[in-house]
């Protein structure tokens, strides 16, 4: 769609007359940026701060929705970053705006860049290569106190980082190094997040979404959102999120790491449904499901149930240290089946530490049961990914060979129980996992890496050859061992190094 086509189509966007504009973008598309509530957060704060004001651009609006304005043309561009492989989309929309991708290869003739976004909690030591400065964590208070720096600094970088220095929240990389300083944490009276533009141009379609809790008090080793994370849960009154709901609001979406864990979720959800209002949830635990907030749930136009399992057996879910059991994603069919909602999906990870094929062969048993209870169950596939700032940081990945393996045998075993047409298997690449991992565990090299070989093509042959070129090794304290392969390749490559 062009540029006309979606702002006629949105509803909320800001506009306004400032005397400082910044880019904010999204190096992903128009419908993963507008469906993140971090991006629209910051939009709102932007624009909320006296003669400043944000315009949009993403991976495929080049660009800015809101004054049709190529990106290049901006004295400061912003972007959240969500995952590792959006730094493909960094590196994309910094070359095509004619702007250096590195930030060592600029100079006051070009705009300040700057990130932040939701890799920050975990690695953003490869995000560093294409920053001047990188916001850590939650970003409310600390992307204002950076545009007054900037606006103070005439938008010049040398002036900006010694304003900067020695302050919390920001990650300086060409001062920092790969020494990253810890995230940031929002004051909770500036919570809830919630959206600013409804668009049908979203998976979301016209969702409001509005935050019910922030962070978690669970402890999964191998999640960075755990409660030791800026200090656990923090829960959001429900009278705040209800009197935030706009009158036009008729899709209604509640997001949080862990929505089901707030103490009164029944109660919001019930406030949402029986305002005529149908409602989303963006983390339902199988351990929290209730006959009464499954129910509200299908009358507030839910289709699909979605749990996570995250491991394959319960031996898995306890060395990921994952509360839910059989007997919750076995309670959760029934929910399912009782209130007549079409399928249910659980997420699971394959390739988690220790895993084998027993494991396996347990999930295979356990869809036995599923579907005995509901007609259509669905599994979202995962490779496990080790992710820093988690206990599980530094673990190996299992393998591609390894996780395609666990995959062919869990659709053998579901075939051999008569499960084919019943039990949908929907596996996210192990390829890309393995690309995910080498970034969730690498340094500045790896963001180096992902500059090459989107250059080259972006193929996965062009990241394994460019993470050899660059010697990109994760590292950690149990580091994965690069293949025979590799190590000769890494040698070849030190020595024509040597040579030139
Ligand atoms: S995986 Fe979910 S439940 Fe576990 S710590 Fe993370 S957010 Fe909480």
């Known amino acids: 769609m062009d540029r006309r086509s979606l702002i006629a189509d949105e509803r909320g966007t800001l506009h306004k007359e400032a005397e400082t504009r910044v880019a904010l973008v999204y190096p992903s598309p128009y419908r993963a940026a507008m469906s993140s509530l971090g991006y629209q957060q910051i939009y709102r704060v932007l624009h909320g701060m006296p003669g400043v004001a944000a315009d949009r651009a993403m991976l495929d609006v080049p660009k800015t929705l809101e ?88 938008f010049l970088r040398d002036r900006l980082w010694t304003s900067l220095v020695g302050r919390p929240g920001f990650y300086l990389p060409h001062l920092h190094g790969e020494k990253v300083p810890p995230v940031a944490a929002a004051d909770d009276a500036l919570l809830p997040a919630r959206s600013v533009i409804q668009t049908p141009n979203t998976e979301l379609s016209n969702m409001f979404m509005t935050e019910a809790a922030r962070g978690c008090s669970r402890g999964c080793t191998y999640c960075v959102m755990r409660r030791s994370t800026n200090g656990g849960m923090r829960i959001v009154p429900r009278e705040s999120i209800i009197a935030g709901i706009p009158e036009y609001a008729h899709k209604v979406g509640l997001v949080g ?76 069919a029934q929910l399912a089946a009782t209130h007549r909602l079409h399928t249910l999906k659980v997420y699971m990870m394959l390739g988690v530490p220790s895993e084998t094929d027993a494991d396996v062969d347990e999930l295979v048993q356990l869809s ?3 579907a005995a209870i509901h007609p259509r169950v669905a599994y979202g596939l995962a490779p496990f990914v080790a992710k820093r700032n988690t206990p599980l940081d530094g673990t190996p990945f299992a393998g591609i060979d390894v996780v395609e393996h666990r ?12 499960l084919g047409g019943k039990v949908e298997v929907r596996p996210t690449s192990a390829r890309w996992a393995w690309v995910e991992y080498m970034l969730a565990q690498g340094e500045m090299s790896a963001g180096l890496a992902v500059m090459d070989a989107h250059r080259a093509g972006g193929t996965f042959a062009a990241y394994k050859k460019a993470f050899i070129a660059r010697g990109v090794v994760p590292t950690g304290p149990r580091a994965r061992v690069p293949s025979s392969q590799e190590l000769i390749a890494l040698k070849r490559q030190r020595l024509a190094t040597l040579a030139t």
Request: glycine share 8%; charged share 25%.
């Open 257 to 332: 790491a862990a929505v089901t864990d707030h103490p009164d979720i029944v109660a919001v959800v019930r406030d949402i449904v029986d305002g005529g209002r149908s409602v989303g949830i963006s983390s339902l635990r199988a351990d929290k499901l209730t006959d009464e907030l499954v129910r509200l749930l299908a009358k507030g136009g839910y289709r699909t149930l979605t749990v996570a399992g995250d491991g394959a057996s319960e031996r898995m879910r306890r060395v990921i240290e994952r509360s839910t059991k059989a007997e919750h994603l076995i309670h959760s």
């Open 368 to 370: 036995r049961e599923l």
């Open 67 to 154: 004054e049709d304005m190529p990106i290049s043309s901006y004295p400061l561009l912003a972007y959240s970053v969500a995952y590792e492989l959006e730094l493909a989309g960094v590196v994309e929309t910094l070359d095509r705006a004619g702007i250096p991708a590195l930030a060592s290869e600029r100079d006051d003739r070009h705009p300040l860049v700057i990130a932040g976004g939701p890799l920050t909690f975990s690695n953003p030591a490869p995000m560093a290569p294409f920053f001047d400065v990188i916001v850590m964590g939650e970003g409310e208070e600390v992307i204002i106190e950076l545009m007054n720096a900037a606006r103070d600094a005439g």
């Open 407 to 418: 995959l062919v045998r869990l659709r053998a075993g579901l075939k051999a129980a008569g």
